[in-house]
């Protein structure tokens, strides 16, 4: 059983930051990919950022060179630092984590329970 906890998230006027983190608890053996998602109302959820247990990263254009994924394996966290924001960036954002929580064990996902990024002036 695994739990995904976000914080981080709020109101920020355009040109801010936030930093949103996502920390798993439960039986964990070994966190593969970790992810940042958003979801705007009327819009499909889409990924926002992603990074691999060797620390390589992805961004979505829109993001990229303003938000930067980070992970911190001995707290078991993901994090987003959101840089110049911009009210198209307004969203509930979502992390999601692919680990394993037994050795030789199938692979699992999971779900944060989102957090809400508003960027309004």
């Known amino acids: 059983q695994v739990q995904l906890v976000e914080s981080g998230g709020g109101l920020v006027q355009p040109g801010g930051s936030l930093r949103l983190s996502c920390a798993a608890s439960?039986?964990?053996?070994?966190?593969?990919?970790m992810r940042w998602y958003r979801q705007a109302p009327g819009n499909e959820r889409e990924l926002v950022a992603a990074?691999?247990?060797?620390?390589?990263?992805n961004y979505a254009d829109s993001v990229k060179g303003r938000f930067t994924i980070s992970r911190d394996n001995a707290k078991k966290t993901v994090y987003l630092q959101m840089n110049n924001l911009k009210p198209e960036d307004t969203a509930i954002y979502y992390c999601?984590?692919?680990?394993?929580?037994?050795?030789?064990?199938?692979?699992?996902?999971?779900w944060g329970q989102g957090t809400q990024v508003t960027v309004s002036s």
């Open positions: 999601n984590v692919n680990l394993w929580e037994r050795f030789g064990a199938s692979v699992q996902n999971y």
């Open positions: 439960g039986t964990i053996f070994s966190i593969n990919a």
């Open positions: 990074i691999t247990s060797g620390r390589n990263t």
